[in-house]
Nanobody, 120 residues
Framework: QVQLVESGGGLVQAGGSLRLSCAASGRTFSNYVIAWFRQAPGKEREFVAQIRWSDASTVYVASVKGRFTISRDNAKSTVYLQMNSLKPEDTAVYFC?????????????WGQGTQVTVSS
């Protein structure tokens, strides 16, 4: 089982930046995809971005393209989400999740979440 611990959330004004971290442990991650999801109050959990560990290829939801950047640090087994030009609608609890591509397409390891609040 993969353990994931998020950090870096907080309160920021619209237009500001935050960097979230997801520290991963428990496995080697060459066959993994790590993703960020978010859930705002009263809304469904939403995919934000993902990175394939082996080649660092990335995918983003349209609403964050050009503003958010997902990256990974092999040495630290950590995935980052750099969030720039933040908007009030980015307010949510952000979760990182992992899936093993050798097993299937389901994200089966989740962190506890970190709150991001963007004030207008």
């Amino acid at each position: 089982q993969v353990q994931l611990v998020e950090s870096g959330g907080g309160l920021v004004q619209a237009g500001g930046s935050l960097r979230l971290s997801c520290a991963a442990s428990g496995r080697t991650f060459s066959n993994y995809v790590i993703a960020w999801f978010r859930q705002a109050p009263g809304k469904e959990r939403e995919f934000v971005a993902q990175i394939r560990w082996s080649d660092a290829s990335t995918v983003y939801v349209a609403s964050v393209k050009g503003r958010f950047t997902i990256s990974r640090d092999n040495a630290k087994s950590t995935v980052y989400l750099q969030m720039n030009s933040l908007k009030p609608e980015d307010t949510a609890v952000y979760f990182c999740a992992a899936k093993n591509l050798r097993i299937g397409a389901t994200y089966d390891s989740w962190g506890q979440g970190t709150q991001v609040t963007v004030s207008s």
